[in-house]
């Protein structure tokens, strides 16, 4: 599934999203919010019975925008000051270049999510081979922030991930340099799925791209 973003509604310096009223933010967080699926429709376990033929997939990408959507909504709904709010993005901010929500649920199978799965930011379509994708990291301790918990009412069916990508790869260029859409492209044993959007301009931003 593709989602196109329409041109940053604010710059990054900029406080002005502490004026949001509650349903811009809501509807501002839901733009980079994607769904997928991690393996087919139709899986063999063979032998392996306790294992999920295939996952439901949700993917939000935490982009600039849309932490501060989320921390807007969390003043609001919890009577935080300005400052609080803004402290809840320079961590979330802090803690990785850039941040996605993943949510899976294990269809046809245990339920259970095995602990050798794999998640990688690249641009769309990118060779195995091209050193283009980058590897992302579990973060302890993300879901204490507001401004990481996206804007939808927690789904209690999937299992909730936040994982931290660099934007620069091993040679200090930005990953997705050029590329009109980013790919999250999720493994999980044999089987993978992917989500993508198009690359918002205050991603490229933080990534150091320069405007052409």
Same mark, same amino acid.
């Given at each position: 599934?593709? $989602? $196109?973003?329409?041109?940053?509604?604010f710059?990054?310096?900029?406080?002005g999203?502490?004026?949001?009223?509650?349903k811009?933010?809501?509807?501002? @967080?839901?733009?980079?919010?994607? *769904?997928?699926?991690?393996?087919?429709?139709?899986?063999?376990? @063979? =032998?392996?019975?306790?294992?999920?033929?295939?996952?439901?997939?949700?993917?939000?990408?935490?982009?600039?925008?849309?932490?501060?959507?989320?921390?807007?909504?969390?003043q609001?709904?919890?009577?935080?000051?300005?400052a609080?709010?803004?402290r809840?993005?320079?961590?979330?901010e802090?803690?990785?270049?850039?941040?996605?929500?993943?949510? =899976?649920?294990?269809?046809?199978?245990?339920?259970v999510?095995?602990?050798?799965?794999?998640a990688?930011?690249?641009?769309?379509?990118?060779?195995?081979? *091209?050193?283009r994708?980058?590897?992302?990291? =579990?973060?302890?301790?993300?879901?204490?922030?507001?401004?990481?918990?996206?804007?939808?009412?927690?789904?209690?069916?999937?299992d $909730?991930?936040?994982?931290?990508?660099?934007?620069?790869d091993?040679?200090?260029?930005?990953v997705?340099?050029?590329?009109?859409?980013?790919?999250l492209?999720?493994?999980?044993?044999?089987?993978e799925?992917?989500?993508?959007?198009?690359?918002?301009?205050?991603?490229?931003?933080?990534?150091?791209?320069?405007?052409?």
């Amino acid at each position: 599934m593709l $989602v $196109v973003v329409t041109p940053t509604l604010f710059a990054q310096t900029d406080d002005g999203w502490l004026q949001w009223p509650e349903k811009t933010a809501v509807e501002l @967080g839901r733009r980079m919010r994607v *769904s997928g699926r991690v393996g087919g429709f139709w899986g063999i376990r @063979g =032998l392996h019975t306790e294992r999920a033929m295939n996952f439901e997939l949700r993917a939000t990408w935490m982009t600039p925008e849309v932490l501060r959507a989320s921390a807007r909504i969390a003043q609001l709904r919890g009577r935080r000051s300005a400052a609080e709010a803004t402290r809840l993005v320079h961590a979330a901010e802090a803690a990785a270049d850039t941040i996605v929500m993943v949510e =899976l649920d294990p269809r046809e199978g245990s339920g259970v999510i095995p602990l050798d799965w794999a998640a990688y930011l690249q641009p769309k379509g990118a060779a195995l081979d *091209s050193g283009r994708a980058v590897a992302g990291t =579990l973060l302890k301790g993300a879901r204490d922030n507001p401004a990481l918990a996206g804007v939808e009412k927690r789904d209690y069916d999937f299992d $909730v991930f936040f994982l931290g990508f660099p934007l620069q790869d091993s040679e200090g260029r930005f990953v997705l340099a050029g590329a009109a859409q980013a790919e999250l492209v999720i493994r999980i044993g044999s089987s993978e799925g992917s989500v993508r959007w198009t690359v918002p301009e205050s991603i490229r931003q933080r990534g150091g791209e320069r405007p052409n």
